[in-house]
């Protein structure tokens, strides 16, 4: 299935429409690295990126499908926009340019061709801090790399600017073919009124064979039975994206996504046995 905006604010309203803030989560649990190895290490000291993979760069500045969403278009990468390194930190940038047009940044580790970075289970992690202001959409999610049949996805963390005290985390397969029936949950965090946008937290979840976990800050906040279809190699994307359907008229103009890694783990049992 192609990934389009209209697939992406459904996976917002599927997300709010089965009141999710009511579901408790699950008991806390801290995950521990001490079981992992690193396999992905991303920390920005300098940034490799091209458009779409020109030179094999580490990241490309658009989804491989090359389907942007929300109100900013995703920008190809130039000298200071949308995309800005300094002492180990990615900035991506949105700005409202001159002719009224919003324009962003996004990142995905694969290009259309499914080459680069990606990983069938394991710990994916991005530490972050927040933009603030009405508006602003910043996520950090994976794709499943194979889309032929389906597109399986899973949102680490979708941050509605809106609404500062809550995140939300969700997955979704999205089916090929009129009159496929999707399959969607996700579950809302609260959190400190506006502390995402003052400090950096972690976020991250857990791929396993029979069980999926989310974690905020390394612990454990709700967790999914895997489907089937998850069974398969994801790839990370980060993005600075607006809206989706709310008014970004008072949206900060620029607003800053501030990145201080993207990390992926495999936990050494699994990495024994393969």
């Keep these: 299935m192609r990934f389009t905006e209209s697939a992406k604010t459904l996976s917002l ?9 009511g579901r408790p989560g699950i008991a806390q649990e801290q995950i521990q690295l001490d079981d992992f190895e690193i396999t992905f290490t991303e920390d920005f000291d300098r940034l490799d990126v091209s458009a779409w993979g020109e030179n094999r760069s580490r990241w490309i500045a658009h989804t491989p499908w090359n ?20 002492a180990g930190i990615l900035r991506i940038e949105a700005r409202k340019g001159t002719d009224g047009q919003w324009r962003s940044g996004l990142l995905a580790s694969t290009n259309p061709k499914g080459e680069g970075f990606s990983q069938q289970f394991g710990y994916f992690e991005a530490r972050m801090k927040l933009p603030p202001g009405k508006g602003v959409w910043p996520a950090f999610w994976l794709i499943g790399i194979d889309r032929s049949k389906f597109t399986a996805e899973i949102d680490v963390i979708e941050y509605y600017g809106r ?21 969607t949950d996700g579950h809302l965090t ?10 950096y937290h972690t976020y991250g979840v857990e791929i396993t064979p029979g069980r999926s976990t989310f974690y905020l800050d390394r612990k ?17 994307l980060v993005n600075l994206a607006l809206g989706p359907g709310w ?19 495999k936990r050494k049992a699994q990495s024994a046995e393969n």
């Design 67 to 86: 389907g942007d969403f929300g109100d900013a278009r995703f920008h190809d990468p130039e000298d200071g926009f949308p995309f800005t390194v300094n």
């Design 247 to 265: 008014p970004i008229d008072e949206t900060p103009n620029p607003s800053y996504l501030l990145v201080d890694y993207i990390h992926v783990y």
């Design 13 to 21: 309203t599927c997300i709010f429409a089965i009141g999710l803030a």
């Design 163 to 183: 609404a500062p005290g809550e995140f939300s985390s969700g997955y979704h397969v999205w089916r090929q073919g009129e009159g496929a029936q999707h399959t």
């Design 220 to 236: 454990s906040i709700w967790s999914f039975e895997t489907p089937p279809e998850f069974h398969m190699a994801f790839f990370p």
């Design 190 to 199: 609260t959190v400190e009124d506006g502390v995402l946008s003052k400090e």
